[in-house]
């Protein structure tokens, strides 16, 4: 239930993040400052929203997996020294 609502979420900021970082460049070609703070009054509160569900929903989601199993047949990963030869 959780999956498709983090999904759309995720879209939503990643929307409103290309609308905020278009839109000021665009004011910024243009020359019009009163573009730029315009563009980001109104597309930054509906973008952070967005961005602090899908932060939360990711959260959840991370708690639903179950836990990744260690298989005990992997090799050690420092090789083991052979025992040195005694010597008589």
């Known amino acids: 239930m959780l999956?498709?609502?983090?999904?759309?979420?995720?879209?939503?900021?990643?929307?409103?993040?290309?609308?905020?970082?278009?839109?000021?460049?665009?004011g910024i070609i243009l020359g019009n400052a009163q573009w730029v703070e315009h563009v980001e009054a109104s597309a930054q509160p509906a973008t952070c929203i967005a961005a602090s569900i899908c932060g939360i929903?990711?959260?959840?989601?991370s708690y639903g997996r179950p836990a990744e199993t260690i298989d005990a047949t992997v090799a050690d990963p420092l090789p083991q020294q052979a025992p040195a030869a005694s010597r008589s």
């Open 3 to 26: 999956q498709p609502l983090f999904r759309l979420s995720i879209v939503a900021f990643l929307i409103g993040g290309v609308v905020i970082v278009l839109g000021q460049a665009l």
């Open 57 to 61: 929903l990711s959260f959840a989601l």
